[in-house]
């Protein structure tokens, strides 16, 4: 049973271009999270998605950040005109129905230049 | 809105000894819950504990909760290098729709062998 997956690990992006974060959730999980680390920081909640629905986006910048999770395929985090300020480490949880315990993907860090 | 907050912010100990985390949180809670980082790495579960319940163990983690105090420990028995990590408090705040989890800023723990 593989756990929860992103991709890229590493992503680096100039300013003004767009980035793209994946997110698999464990095999059976519908609640995904995403929430992003600053160096040296906690984990900041950003949006909770269910199937096809935002359910909570209070965490995400009104602005250029944009998140969903289709009925097929992965969860997609999307930052457009990146700024240097994005930069940072962006984190996945997946939960099951009980939605108690979250299980985190291993990260994508975004580098933008 | 409430956040998990640890202390100390970092905390250096020698392998063998004991270390004990403190997350001091601010509104009602379902749950809190206790993470592991390394260094550059996604976070793992380590330990989830109830509000109705006081104490838990799991192996060498032992973590308290005082609803009253709204804080939490974690302690780490007989430290070993390999516990060097961040450690994070999480709890869980039910909103409409389903849970939201909050994080705190994090413990440093470095074990020196």
């Known amino acids: 049973n593989a756990g929860v997956m992103q991709n890229p690990r590493h992503l680096v992006r100039r300013r003004g271009q767009e980035a793209r974060l994946r997110c698999s959730p464990m095999?059976?999980?519908?609640?995904v999270y995403w929430y992003r680390q600053l160096p040296e920081e906690g984990l900041k909640f950003m949006v909770y998605?269910?199937?096809?629905?935002?359910?909570?986006e209070s965490g995400m910048p009104k602005e250029r950040f944009s998140a969903e999770f289709p009925k097929e395929g992965p969860s997609i985090l999307r930052i457009q005109q990146v700024v240097r300020g994005d930069s940072a480490a962006y984190f996945c949880?997946?939960?099951?129905?009980?939605?108690?315990?979250?299980?985190f993907g291993p990260g994508t860090r975004l580098l933008v230049l | 809105s409430q956040q998990g907050e640890e202390d100390p912010q970092a905390l250096s100990i020698q392998e063998g000894e004991n270390a004990t985390m403190n997350c001091s949180y601010k509104?009602?809670?379902?749950?809190l819950q206790w993470y592991r980082q390394n260094s550059g790495r996604g976070l793992v579960h380590l330990i989830l504990?109830?509000?109705?319940?006081r104490e838990k163990h799991s192996g060498r983690l032992r973590v308290t909760l005082d609803t009253s105090k709204k804080s939490s420990s974690l302690l780490i028995t007989a430290s070993r290098a390999a516990d060097t990590a961040s450690y994070f408090c999480?709890?869980?705040?039910?909103?409409?729709?389903?849970?939201?989890?909050?994080f705190g800023a994090g413990t440093r723990l470095f074990v020196k062998a």
């Open positions: 949880a997946s939960a099951g129905t009980e939605q108690e315990t979250q299980y």
């Open positions: 095999k059976g999980h519908s609640h």
């Open positions: 998605l269910q199937k096809e629905n935002i359910i909570d």
């Open positions: 509104t009602s809670i379902n749950n």
């Open positions: 504990i109830r509000s109705n319940e």
């Open positions: 999480a709890t869980d705040q039910l909103n409409t729709g389903g849970f939201k989890t909050i």
